[in-house]
Nanobody, 123 residues
Framework: VQLVESGGGSVRAGGSLRLSCVVSGYTGDINFMGWFRQSPGQEREGLAVIWTDDDSTYYFDSAKGRFTISRDNAQSAMYLQILALTPDDTGVYFC??????????????????WGQGTQVTVS
């Protein structure tokens, strides 16, 4: 399984972005997917999770309000829409996928597959 993120870049504060994560390979055992972010000098943090059976979503506190996670099964893709970007949103955004069935999948150890990340810089 490979996950490839895209959509990052340099953005002015107040703008918006939609990050994409395309999944390839055998995806039959993937039960949930999530977005994580690592800001400069900080540990990686969870942002949002989406489950593949019913598209249930879970948002970490830091992502509530401005972030929207979604999925397109036909495109084998997952998205993260971010509105009203601030410099604090600067960081590397990672997508990940997991195969367990532990709702809501808040912890990194629950994720089996990871992308390489896409850089977002807000100024």
């Amino acid at each position: 399984v490979q996950l490839v993120e895209s959509g990052g870049g340099s953005v002015r504060a107040g703008g918006s972005l939609r990050l994409s994560c395309v999944v390839s390979g055998y995806t039959g055992d993937i039960n949930f997917m999530g977005w994580f972010r690592q800001s400069p000098g900080q540990e990686r943090e969870g942002l949002a999770v989406i489950w593949t059976d019913d598209d249930s979503t879970y948002y970490f506190d830091s992502a509530k309000g401005r972030f929207t996670i979604s999925r397109d099964n036909a495109q084998s893709a997952m998205y993260l829409q971010i509105l009203a970007l601030t410099p604090d949103d600067t960081g590397v955004y990672f997508c990940a996928a997991g195969t367990t069935r532990q709702w809501p999948a808040r912890y990194e150890y629950q994720y089996k597959y990871w992308g390489q990340g896409t850089q977002v810089t807000v100024s």
